[in-house]
């Protein structure tokens, strides 16, 4: 999710009144089976957009060893996590694993 997505969501929900209409603001289908685990996570993601290394995938059209889950660009964990470069530098996601969550 970009800064502008976020400024847009931040913006609708500074003039929404109502849960219905702030889950639905959310993006949260309201149709589907959501619950308040979803709406918290989105919340958190707007708020410190995280993703998760995926040891496998595709970017661009070309095969990558590891991936960012949010935009699928090449990340080298061990490299970038040592140098403390700890977010996606495609998308901005902060870098998170099952240890620094």
């Not at 993601?45 to 699928?72: F, K, M, N, Q």
């Amino acid at each position: 999710m970009t800064s502008d997505e976020r400024i847009e969501i931040a913006e609708k929900l500074r003039k929404t009144h109502g849960i219905m209409a702030f889950v639905d603001t959310l993006g949260i289908d309201l149709d589907s089976d959501w619950c308040w685990t979803d709406v918290s996570k989105r919340v958190a993601d707007l708020i410190d957009p995280t993703c998760h290394v995926v040891t496998s995938g595709e970017w661009r059209g070309r095969p990558i060893g590891s991936a960012c889950s949010v935009c699928h660009a090449p990340l080298y964990p061990s490299t970038a996590l040592a140098h403390g470069m700890r977010y996606c530098t495609q998308c901005g996601s902060r870098v998170v694993d099952d240890d620094n969550e």
